[in-house]
């Protein structure tokens, strides 16, 4: 039975195509030199970052081994080779644990850990078959086939399931729930995994992943400059212009699909898929 329209809106909306990766992406690595996970897609201008970091940009390379922060204000949008999509949120730090795919199988592993803040993971083709695991200090979370928020504090873990398969969430104890319900999801806190429970609307619009300021999605350089806010993804029938990759694209349908839905149907609601920000490195 095929999916109904909404839910392919969310996998094309999710992930760019290969088409719009860099050809570096394409190309087999040289020796001694680490494989490329996935290009940074969206940064958020204006932010600061601490001295001796490395800031990133549009364009720049996701390699395995990398420790990503954000600031206040930082939100950084990530897309991998398998088309897989990471979107981390202010104030937090994740690093690239583990990254390998087979393009002909179109198999492979993705594994994350997220020390502190806010993620969005939207699954691509490795998470079809191997989950994608998100790793925190209580615990973590394995995400089949679709889409999840995870926040972590010094003190507890929460994650949100929105579309997809399952998630699956593990305290460092062992205790597991399976969440497999859209707009539910379950916490860690106290050495104690909640049922799955679901989440109010309210906290489903309370979207961390919008930058309040302007985004930059341009061309690689040290330095964005500020800039009006711009649709990064379309799921609309018109022409996106791919001859001009960084012009504004059609309007987003499942923006206002998901905006109506947010009173009438809370379990399905996802504000938006793609979040931005600008965003330090660390090797």
């Not at 992930?15 to 001694?32: G, V």
């Not at 395995?64 to 104030?91: C, M, W, Y």
């Not at 399976?178 to 995994?193: D, K």
Request: no cysteine; proline share 8%; hydrophobic share 30%.
């Amino acid at each position: 039975m095929s999916p109904p329209p909404i839910s392919k809106d969310l996998w094309f909306a999710a992930a760019l195509s290969t088409a719009a990766l860099p050809t570096a992406m394409a190309q087999s690595p040289q020796p001694n030199q680490p494989i490329q996970a996935g290009v940074v897609t969206a940064t958020t201008a204006g932010a600061s970052f601490a001295a001796g970091d490395q800031v990133l940009h549009v364009g720049a390379e996701v390699l395995p081994g990398q420790k990503l922060r954000t600031n206040a204000e930082g939100r950084l949008h990530i897309l991998f080779l398998d088309q897989s999509a990471v979107t981390i949120g202010p104030d937090s730090e994740v690093i690239i644990e583990t990254f390998s795919y087979d393009t002909s199988s179109r198999l492979g592993q993705i594994g994350l850990t997220l020390n502190r803040g806010s993620l969005r993971v939207v699954g691509g083709h490795i998470s079809k078959n191997n989950p994608t695991v998100i790793g925190t200090p209580q615990g973590k979370v394995e995400i089949s086939g679709g889409i999840s928020t995870i926040e972590t504090t010094g003190n507890s873990t929460s994650a949100t399931f929105l579309f997809g398969q399952q998630m699956r969430v593990t305290e460092n104890s062992g205790q597991t729930q399976t969440v497999t319900r859209p707009g539910f999801g379950t916490s860690i806190t106290n050495n104690t995994i909640s049922p799955p429970q679901r989440i109010s609307a309210q906290t489903l619009g309370a979207n961390h992943f919008n930058s309040p300021n302007s985004i930059s999605s341009s061309s690689p350089g040290p330095s964005p400059s500020p800039s009006q806010p711009t649709v990064l993804i379309s799921t609309s029938d018109r022409p996106s212009g791919t001859q001009q990759p960084n012009a504004i694209l059609a309007s987003d349908r499942l923006q206002t699909t998901t905006q109506n839905q947010l009173s009438t149907n809370p379990s399905n609601t996802l504000q938006t898929l793609l979040g931005t920000s600008q965003t330090n490195i660390q090797s």
